[in-house]
């Protein structure tokens, strides 16, 4: 748990800990990942399986996580602006099996949250939109129908949005660029 802590501590450092709103022209106002992770491993203990980690452009944080009493299942915890809530069932159209489930899920701890802000400047760089808005930041695995693939990878995607444009870019784990969508 130190070891998550202090990467998610250096992950605000670099980030800004003030969740809110981003206004033009700023960076993006980054939720408190530290706390709320320190909050969810106090209820769940460790290790923590991230199936899909959401932030949105208000610093809310939806992260859904499989259950470690319960392999087969999926909950959703839910942080906003220092309140955590969860667990939240997640329903699936069809549930994955477990094998599907074990693989799908990325281990909290080869999670680099400090690359987070220079994938965002790249992101507007890749873009051409220096002043453009977060919409949403998402991290899962690409195989989201949830069966297993040789080619699937976790994806971090970066939506940003200006009053001329919208893109996103898709980063793998380690920050490096895999596709760019400006329409």
Same mark, same amino acid.
């Given at each position: 748990?130190?070891?998550?802590?202090?990467?998610?501590?250096?992950? +605000?450092?670099?980030?800004?800990?003030?969740?809110?709103?981003?206004?033009?022209?700023?960076?993006?106002?980054?939720?408190?990942?530290?706390?709320?992770? *320190?909050? +969810?491993?106090?209820?769940?203990?460790?290790?923590?399986?991230?199936?899909?980690?959401?932030?949105? @452009?208000?610093?809310?944080?939806? +992260?859904?996580?499989?259950?470690?009493?319960?392999?087969?299942?999926?909950?959703?915890?839910?942080?906003?602006?220092?309140?955590?809530?969860?667990?939240?069932?997640?329903?699936?159209?069809?549930?994955?099996?477990?094998?599907?489930?074990?693989?799908?899920?990325?281990?909290?701890?080869?999670?680099?949250?400090?690359?987070?802000?220079?994938?965002?400047?790249?992101?507007?760089?890749?873009?051409?939109?220096?002043?453009?808005?977060?919409?949403?930041?998402?991290?899962?695995?690409?195989?989201?129908?949830?069966?297993?693939?040789? &080619?699937?990878?976790?994806?971090? &995607?970066?939506?940003?949005?200006?009053?001329?444009?919208?893109?996103?870019?898709?980063?793998? +784990?380690?920050? @490096?660029?895999?596709?760019?969508? *400006?329409?």
């Amino acid at each position: 748990m130190a070891k998550i802590l202090l990467a998610l501590g250096a992950s +605000l450092m670099l980030a800004g800990a003030v969740a809110g709103a981003e206004a033009p022209g700023t960076d993006y106002g980054w939720p408190n990942l530290t706390d709320f992770l *320190k909050q +969810l491993i106090a209820k769940v203990g460790a290790p923590v399986k991230v199936y899909k980690l959401a932030m949105d @452009r208000d610093g809310k944080v939806d +992260l859904w996580i499989q259950d470690q009493a319960h392999p087969d299942l999926v909950d959703s915890w839910e942080y906003d602006h220092g309140a955590i809530e969860g667990p939240i069932p997640v329903k699936f159209d069809h549930y994955p099996s477990i094998a599907a489930l074990d693989h799908h899920v990325i281990e909290l701890t080869t999670i680099d949250f400090p690359r987070l802000p220079a994938m965002l400047a790249t992101a507007r760089t890749k873009l051409g939109q220096p002043d453009a808005r977060v919409v949403f930041i998402e991290l899962e695995r690409g195989d989201s129908s949830g069966f297993i693939s040789v &080619t699937d990878t976790p994806i971090w &995607t970066i939506a940003l949005d200006s009053p001329r444009h919208d893109g996103r870019v898709e980063f793998d +784990l380690q920050g @490096r660029v895999l596709d760019v969508d *400006k329409d």
